[in-house]
């Protein structure tokens, strides 16, 4: 089976400052793992993704995530937030012997303040 | 490059009456294809998946049938809708076999409102 928390509902932060969205997961195996934004009334967006190799993976629109094994965790980070990142964010996983369905998490509304 | 496109982009139906999304894909062959509905614009649930011409499996017993007429196109029914139908309906595909890259592509969505 495999699963995926974002246990923030919503982030706050000011623009400029640094911005972490928070991503845990469990997989029976090793994992696939990705990140998603989608603004408001649209389709989700795919931002970066965890395959194999360097656990730090660069993506889209400066966005940066970091692979740890042994905290389960895909937390997906920028360093100065725009508030054009506003938006709601998703982390989804997919165990790599496991079927072509991946399990999404209930999302993470960031929103960034003048 | 690849294209998915999902229509209409909006809709409004009164309860009992059918449904009809389309979804296609252009510039790839034999994709993946998912349809997924995201009620109140947070999670989203898995509904139909796809990996072939007629090959569908669905994942939640509903009011809603999935149809693959073509290699690239997948389509979204119901006979009657129920007010339980409303909410923002999204198909994704992804590149399957050696070639996949892994991640999913979404379509922009059709918002349904069921009155």
């Known amino acids: 089976a495999q699963s995926v928390a974002q246990p923030e509902d919503q982030v706050n932060v000011a623009e400029g400052n640094p911005l972490t969205v928070k991503c845990t997961y469990s997989v029976s195996g090793n994992p696939y793992l990705f990140w998603y934004v989608q603004y408001p009334n649209r389709g989700l967006q795919f931002l970066l993704k965890?395959?194999?190799?360097?656990?730090l993976v660069k993506g889209s629109y400066g966005f940066e995530a970091e692979f740890n094994k042994s905290q389960t965790s895909f937390h997906l980070k920028k360093p100065s937030a725009l508030v054009s990142d506003s938006a709601l964010y998703f982390c989804a996983v997919r165990d790599r012997g496991g079927s072509y369905i991946p399990t999404f998490g209930r999302g993470t509304s960031l929103i960034v303040h003048p | 490059s690849q294209t998915i496109h999902q229509w209409p982009a909006t809709l409004v139906q009164p309860v009992g009456s059918p449904l009809s999304l389309e979804c296609t894909v252009e510039?790839?062959?034999?994709?993946?294809l998912y349809w997924y509905r995201q009620a109140a614009g947070r999670g989203l649930q898995l509904l139909f998946y796809?990996?072939?011409?007629?090959?569908i499996s669905s994942e939640v017993p509903q009011n809603l049938s999935a149809s693959r007429p073509q290699d690239r196109q997948f389509i979204l029914s119901s006979k009657k809708l129920l007010l339980s139908d409303s909410g923002f309906y999204l198909c994704a595909w992804r590149r399957p076999g050696a070639t996949s890259s892994y991640e999913q592509y979404f379509g922009p969505g059709t918002r349904l409102t069921v009155t």
């Open positions: 796809s990996v072939g011409i007629g090959q």
């Open positions: 510039g790839t062959s034999n994709p993946n």
């Open positions: 965890y395959i194999t190799g360097d656990n």
